[in-house]
């Protein structure tokens, strides 16, 4: 069974430019979550979908950042326009139906902007 | 407020001995905590969870104690071996959510 994979591995932009982050989830779960880790700091929550809807975006840290999960399959995190302080590894992570599951990471895709 | 704290950013262990990672909490309404451990350049890799209604779960190598009254928690490796040198996290969620919240991870190193 495939896991969580995300696309692309790593970007690198300048600052002020649009940047577009791919996750596939593992077939079958519900929940998808976005996460973010800056350089040695924690990972941090940003959004979590059920399905195709946001149930909390409250670690989104503004309105540069939009998430979207069309058709409750894969997602996308759109940075736009991105700035120094977005760059860190955003992880993608997926989960089935209730709460109290173990969530599973994607790769992440690493984001660097200059 | 850093509500999950891994007050020890990095931990030396001779191979064969016993690592003791630290997981601290304030959230009294978290009811189930994960590690997970993660190589560079790589995502995440669960390693093993408890509820809180458990003060312990092993899974050979790994064994994770719970101290509620504490609001403490800590993952025992033993013996330790040099793949085991990683970044550990530990991440906690509360009842009826889905948001997990994670410490700053500690870097174990197992020397040969």
């Known amino acids: 069974e495939a896991g969580v994979t995300q696309f692309p591995s790593h970007s690198v932009i300048e600052k002020g430019q649009t940047v577009t982050l791919r996750c596939d989830p593992i077939?079958?779960?519900?929940?998808l979550y976005w996460y973010r880790r800056v350089m040695g700091k924690e990972i941090k929550f940003l959004l979590h979908?059920?399905?195709?809807?946001?149930?909390?975006e409250s670690g989104m840290p503004n309105n540069r950042f939009l998430a979207e999960r069309t058709g409750g399959t894969y997602s996308t995190l759109k940075v736009q326009p991105a700035e120094l302080e977005d760059s860190g590894v955003y992880f993608c992570?997926?989960?089935?139906?209730?709460?109290?599951?173990?969530?599973?990471f994607g790769e992440g895709s690493w984001l660097t902007v200059v | 407020d850093q509500q999950v704290k891994q007050n020890s950013p990095s931990l030396s262990v001779q191979e064969g001995r016993i690592s003791i990672l630290n997981c601290d909490y304030t959230?009294?309404?978290?009811?189930?905590f994960l590690w997970y451990k993660k190589y560079p350049a790589e995502g995440p890799t669960f390693l093993i969870s408890?509820?809180?209604?458990?003060d312990k779960n092993e899974d050979g190598r790994f064994t994770v104690f719970l101290n509620k009254s504490a609001k403490h928690l800590s993952l025992h490796i033993v013996p330790s071996q040099p793949g085991d040198s990683a970044v550990y996290f530990c991440?906690?969620?509360?009842?009826?959510?889905?948001?997990?919240?994670f410490g700053t991870g500690t870097r174990l190193k197992v020397l040969a």
């Open positions: 992570a997926s989960s089935p139906g209730h709460s109290g599951n173990t969530i599973y």
């Open positions: 077939s079958g779960h519900d929940n």
């Open positions: 979908f059920v399905k195709e809807s946001k149930q909390d």
């Open positions: 959230n009294s309404m978290f009811d189930y």
């Open positions: 408890i509820s809180s209604i458990k």
């Open positions: 991440a906690a969620s509360a009842k009826g959510t889905y948001k997990y919240i």
